[in-house]
């Protein structure tokens, strides 16, 4: 079973899809198994994150921002790929150093996440996107 979720962001940021994700399993009626995450994108990441206090997420954003700054930054003139402005090369490098996957058990039909972790989209772009995150499970 397989499903594509769409996840609207407005910026750089954490944006959380537990519950969608959560439905899915739900759905799929799979009670013990491993679910995978792939989000189909080469400027945004997958992350499992504390979803209990809004600086966790505040002070994520702001450390890869200060890790990988815009290109138009003197740090960053060595930077080649400028093709969709000063975000673009910015927001690779940080998917690169992040994850595009992941894998979550599912233990009694539910995900076997730790009481504050949640799911997120972690979006690192400057505008507005639409991003596509396939959903599968692999019962065991």
Known sequence: ????LSI????PGLYEFTR????????SGVEQGLLTLFVQHT?????????ADPDVRR?????????????NQSSMQWVAHRTEGPDDMPAHI???????????????????????????????????QRRRSVV?????
């Open 59 to 71: 002070d994520l954003v702001e450390f890869f921002r200060r890790l990988v700054p815009a290109s």
């Open 1 to 4: 079973m397989q499903t594509v």
């Open 136 to 140: 599968a499970d692999l019962r065991s």
């Open 20 to 27: 969608e994700v959560a439905a899915f399993v739900a759905r």
């Open 43 to 51: 400027s945004c990441s997958l992350l499992i994150q504390e979803n």
């Open 94 to 128: 940080k998917s690169a150093l992040t994850a595009v996957s992941l894998s979550i058990p599912v233990r009694d039909g539910r995900l076997a996440l730790g009481r504050w972790q949640g799911i997120y989209l972690f979006e690192h772009r400057d505008e507005s």
């Open 8 to 11: 609207a962001t407005d910026g």
